[in-house]
C-alpha cells in the first residue's frame, strides 16, 4: 500500500536534489532545472495531501505553482540569454556583481 | 527729570549701532559727529539727571528705575534697572564728562587712521558698559556692565592688532582679567544663597538691619572675593600686569578706559558694597594693604621706565592703590573724591601724552624727547597743570584728594599706611617731574625726521586738554577739608544705611583741625621735595640719574625690569599651565578624546570589514544562507521552541 508518507518522502528526496543542485552546480541553466524541479516536489506534496485530505484546494495551488513556474522560466531563460550576450558565458561564479 | 536715566544708555548704544553697521559707508566726520554728539547728549542728560536728584532732599535722594523684569527661575529673580543715587550720579558725570572730552580728542588723534569708524564703534560701545556697570540696580547687571568694558579694553588694546606685542597685550588683558572676574561672579554668586536676592538695596538693606554677625565667615568670603575681582579691573597687586601693557592701545583709549574710567570699576563696586566691606573688618584690612603696597609698588617701577606711557600707567595702578587704601580704611568718600580728581588729571595727562607722541610722529621714548615746551606750547602748560596736580601741590586737584586719603589713613587706619601713602606720595611728585623735565625741558634729543614734523596738536584736541586742565584745578574745590561738597554729598550713600560706618563728614569732627593743617603742610612739603629732586636730577644735573643707575646697578635693574614680576608669573604660572594645555591637548584631547572616538569608528570599520566577507556577491553563497536559516527554522518548528 502506498501511502501519503511515500509520496511525501519522495518529494522531499526531490526537494532537497533540488536545493543541492542549486547550490553544488555552476551552469545557470542546470540550477534553473534544479529550481524547476523543487518547485515540482512542492507540487507532488501538494498533489498528495489534496488525495489524503480529499480537498481540491491543493490541486488548485498546483496549478497556481505551474503556471507561476512557466512564467519564471520566460523571464529566467530571457535572464540567461541576456547575460550570456554580456559576458559569453552562463557560469555563476563570473557573475559576480552583486557586491560592491 | 530723573526718568529720563534710560536715555543716557540709550545714546551711546545708537551711537555703537550707526558706527558698528554703517560706519564703513560714512563720512569720518559724520562718524565722529555721531559719535561724540551721542557721548555728549548722554552728558547732556547726565547733568539733568545729577540736577534733578540735588533738588530732592538729601535723604531721599535714590531713585530706581524699573526697565523690565529679566530672568526669573525658581526663587532667583532678577530686573533689570537703573539706579541714580549720589554715587551713581556722580560716576555717569565723570563717565560722560571725562569721556565726551576723549571722544573729541579721539577725532583729532585718530584721524588719519583706517579703523576710524571701528574705534569710534568700540569706544561708543565702551561708553555704554561703563555706564550700565554703574547704574545697574543689581550685581547681575552690574556683572554685564564689567564684562563689557572688559570686552572693550580687549577690542581697543588691540585696536592695531596687527601688531603683535597689542594683541599679545589685548591677550594678557583678557585673560589677567578673567581671573578676577572668576572671584567677582562666585562672589555674586555667595551673595545670593547668602541674602537670596542680588538687588543692591535688598541686599544692603539685608545686611545692615539683617541679623547678620559683623566679620562673619560668609560676608568675609563675600567681599575677599570681590575683592579679587576689583584687583584684576582695577589692576592692582596681584593682578596688575595686564595695565602697563595694556598702552599698546590707542592713547585716547589709554586715558578713557586705562586711567578715568575702567579701572576705576574696582573703586566704585567696593564703595557701592560699602555695607558689605564696613561689615568685615579682615577684608577691609586686605583692602588697604593691598591699595598701599601698590600704591608704593607701582611708584617705584614709574620712577625708572622710559616710555612715556608707561610711567602714566604705573602712575595709575598707584593712583588706584591710592583710593583702594582709602577705601580699605573706611573713608570711602575720600576714596571716590580721589578717583574723581584722578580721573581728570590723569585723563588729562594721557591725552597730554598723546598729543606729545602725535607731535612726534608717534615717538613714545622720553630718552628721545626733550625741549618740547616751545613747541607745544598749550600741550606743556596743560601738561603742567596735570603733574602738578597729581603731584599734590595745593590749590590743585591731587592735593586735596591725596591729602584727604593720607589723613584718613592716619586717622582711621594706622602709621604704617600713612607712611607708604606719603612716600609713594613723594615718589609721584618725583617720576612726574622727571617725566616733565625729560619731555619738556633740557635739550632736544629729538630725532631728525621726527624734527621736522614737529607741531602742535590741532584744536580739537588741545580744546579738551585745556578743558581738563581746568577741571584739574578747581575739582579740588569740591572737597575742601572743613567745607567739603563731595562729603556731605556721598554721606547717604556711605553713611545712611551702614550703623556700623562712620559718615566722611562725623568722622572730620573726631580728627583735629591741627592735625589736618599739619597734615596738610606735610604732604605739601613731600611733593616739593619730589619736584625739587627730580629737578636737580633731571633739568640740573642731567648726568647724575646715569651716574646714580652705575651705582646702584642692581636696584636700578630691578626696577627697570619691573621687578621681574611678569618673568615670575610666566615662570610660576603661565608656563606651567601652557605646558599642562600642551600635555592636555597631546594627551588628552588628541590622545583620549579623538581617539575614543576615531577608535569607535576604527572598531566598526574592522568588525564589519570581517562581516564584509559574508557578502560575497555569489548568488549561490546567498541561497546557502537560506537554505541553513530554512533549516534552522525546520529543527525549531520539528523540536517544538518555535510555534507558528
Known amino acids: 500500500m502506498i501511502t501519503v508518507t511515500h509520496y511525501l518522502v519522495l518529494s522531499a528526496i526531490l526537494f532537497t ?82 557586491k560592491w | 527729570m530723573l526718568n529720563l536715566v534710560g536715555l543716557i544708555l540709550l545714546f551711546p548704544l545708537i551711537g555703537t549701532a550707526i558706527n558698528g553697521l554703517i560706519g564703513k559707508r560714512l563720512r569720518k566726520e559724520t562718524v565722529g559727529y555721531v559719535a561724540c554728539g551721542s557721548i555728549g547728549l548722554s552728558f547732556f542728560i547726565s547733568v539733568l539727571v545729577f540736577c534733578g536728584l540735588l533738588l530732592l532732599p538729601p535723604g531721599e535722594r535714590l531713585f530706581e528705575k524699573q526697565l523690565f523684569s529679566w530672568i526669573e527661575s525658581g526663587s532667583f529673580k532678577s530686573t533689570a534697572g537703573l539706579q541714580v543715587d549720589p554715587l551713581s550720579s556722580l560716576m555717569i558725570l565723570i563717565v560722560t564728562g571725562v569721556g565726551f572730552l576723549i571722544h573729541i580728542y579721539s577725532i583729532g588723534y585718530m584721524h588719519e587712521d583706517k579703523g576710524y569708524h571701528r574705534y569710534f564703534c568700540y569706544l561708543n560701545l565702551f561708553t555704554f558698559s561703563m555706564l550700565l556697570l554703574v547704574l545697574g540696580n543689581n550685581f547681575l547687571l552690574m556683572f554685564i556692565g564689567w564684562e563689557a568694558v572688559g570686552l572693550c579694553s580687549y577690542l581697543l588694546i588691540g585696536f592695531w592688532f596687527e601688531k603683535k606685542s597689542a594683541s599679545n597685550a589685548a591677550k594678557k588683558a583678557f585673560v589677567v582679567n578673567r581671573v578676577g572676574d572668576f572671584g567677582f561672579a562666585l562672589g555674586i554668586m555667595l551673595v545670593f544663597l547668602t541674602f537670596h536676592s542680588i538687588d543692591f538695596t535688598e541686599v544692603f538693606s539685608a545686611a545692615s538691619h539683617g541679623n547678620f554677625e559683623a566679620g562673619s565667615f560668609t560676608v568675609t568670603i563675600i567681599t575677599l572675593l570681590m575683592f579679587m575681582g576689583a584687583t584684576g579691573k582695577s589692576a592692582q597687586i596681584p593682578l596688575y600686569t595686564w595695565l602697563p601693557d595694556a598702552m599698546e592701545g590707542p592713547t585716547p583709549v589709554s586715558a578713557l578706559i586705562h586711567a578715568a574710567t575702567m579701572v576705576t570699576a574696582g573703586v566704585y563696586m567696593i564703595a557701592r ?83 606729545v607722541i602725535h607731535a612726534l610722529s608717534g615717538e613714545q621714548d622720553m630718552r628721545k624727547m626733550g625741549g618740547l615746551r616751545n613747541h607745544i606750547p598749550v600741550t606743556y602748560k596743560t601738561f603742567l597743570v596735570g603733574a602738578v596736580a597729581i603731584a599734590g601741590i595745593p590749590p590743585f586737584a591731587g592735593f586735596f584728594s591725596k591729602d584727604e586719603i593720607l589723613l584718613e589713613s592716619l586717622v582711621r587706619g594706622n602709621l604704617l599706611y600713612w607712611i607708604v601713602g606719603a612716600v609713594a606720595a613723594f615718589l609721584t611728585a618725583f617720576y612726574m617731574f622727571r617725566l616733565l623735565f625729560m619731555t619738556f625741558h633740557g635739550v632736544s634729543r629729538v630725532e631728525h625726521h621726527a624734527m621736522e614734523h614737529l607741531h602742535e596738536s590741532p584744536g580739537n584736541m588741545t580744546l579738551p586738554l585745556t578743558v581738563l586742565a581746568a577741571l584739574s584745578f578747581f575739582g579740588g574745590f569740591l572737597g575742601i577739608p572743613g567745607a567739603s561738597v563731595i562729603n556731605s554729598f556721598l554721606a547717604p550713600v556711605f553713611g545712611g544705611h551702614g550703623h556700623t560706618e562712620v559718615s566722611g563728614a562725623e568722622a572730620g569732627v573726631h580728627h583735629s583741625a591741627w592735625l589736618s593743617s599739619l597734615m596738610m603742610v606735610v604732604s605739601t612739603a613731600i611733593a616739593l621735595a619730589g619736584i625739587f629732586l627730580a629737578y636737580q636730577m633731571y633739568s640740573k644735573k642731567p648726568e647724575l640719574p646715569g651716574k646714580l643707575a652705575e651705582r646702584f646697578r642692581v636696584i636700578y635693574k630691578l626696577l627697570l625690569n619691573k621687578y621681574y614680576v611678569d618673568e615670575i608669573y610666566d615662570a610660576l604660572f603661565v608656563n606651567p599651565i601652557k605646558k599642562i594645555s600642551v600635555q592636555l591637548w597631546k594627551r588628552v584631547d588628541a590622545g583620549m578624546i579623538d581617539g575614543s572616538v576615531n577608535g569607535i569608528a576604527r572598531l566598526v570599520g574592522g568588525f564589519s570589514n570581517i562581516l564584509r566577507l559574508l557578502q560575497t556577491g555569489y548568488v549561490r553563497n546567498y541561497a546557502f544562507y537560506i537554505v541553513v536559516g530554512c533549516i534552522f527554522i525546520i529543527i525549531f518548528a520539528v523540536l517544538g521552541k518555535v510555534k507558528f
Not at chain 1, 19 to 45: D, H, K, Q, T, Y
Open chain 1, 17 to 98: 536534489l533540488g536545493v543541492v543542485g542549486v547550490l553544488v552546480r555552476r551552469n545557470a541553466i542546470i540550477i534553473f532545472m534544479c529550481i524547476e524541479l523543487m518547485l515540482n516536489a512542492v507540487n507532488l506534496s501538494f498533489v498528495a495531501f489534496a488525495h489524503y485530505l480529499n480537498s481540491m484546494q491543493g490541486q488548485l495551488f498546483v496549478f497556481f505553482t505551474m503556471t507561476v513556474a512557466a512564467a519564471e522560466a520566460a523571464v529566467g531563460l530571457a535572464i540567461i540569454v541576456a547575460v550570456f550576450r554580456n559576458k559569453e558565458t552562463v557560469n555563476i561564479d563570473d557573475i559576480n556583481i552583486m
Open chain 2, 273 to 355: 558694597c560699602n555695607v558689605l566691606y564696613m561689615l568685615s573688618p579682615f577684608t577691609m584690612t586686605v583692602v588697604a594693604s593691598v591699595g598701599a603696597v601698590t600704591a608704593l609698588f607701582a611708584a617705584s617701577i614709574g620712577l625708572v621706565q622710559n616710555d612715556i606711557k608707561r610711567v602714566l600707567a604705573y602712575s595709575t595702578i598707584s593712583q588706584l592703590g591710592y583710593m583702594f587704601l582709602a577705601c580699605g580704611v573706611g573713608a570711602f568718600t575720600a576714596g571716590v573724591f580721589h578717583l574723581m580728581t584722578h580721573a581728570f588729571f590723569k585723563a588729562l595727562l594721557f591725552l597730554g601724552s598723546g598729543s
